[in-house]
């Protein structure tokens, strides 16, 4: 989103939470980046939203940004809040769903 101030340019210091924004009754993600090895996500889950139960055949590492969320990672859930990380070991059954609007970074290592 070239020249937009809402998202400001990625090779700029940027804050975490300005890297996506709310939407009522969605959930929005942003790719920041995308390679063969890896990725990083930013997402943004309004009240109530959430993903559903899920398996991935890669560990993934969950930040919360803003806000807080109960992530289940094989029938365990915890309430995760700001500034806290989550791992998401690969293969293991895992969801999310928002106790309030949050944000988070989503980091999936595929090596």
Known sequence: MPND??????????????????????VVSRAIIKKPTGTVTAFAFDAGEGLSE???PFDALVQLVEGSADITVSGQTSRV??????????????ALRAAGRFKMLLVMIRD
Do not use: N
Request: glycine share 8%; charged share 15%.
């Open 54 to 56: 899920h398996t991935a």
């Open 81 to 94: 809040t700001a500034g806290q990380i989550l791992l998401l070991p690969a293969g293991q059954p895992h």
């Open 5 to 26: 101030p809402a998202f400001p340019p990625l090779s700029d210091p940027t804050e975490l939470s300005r890297l996506v924004d709310y939407q009522d009754g969605a």
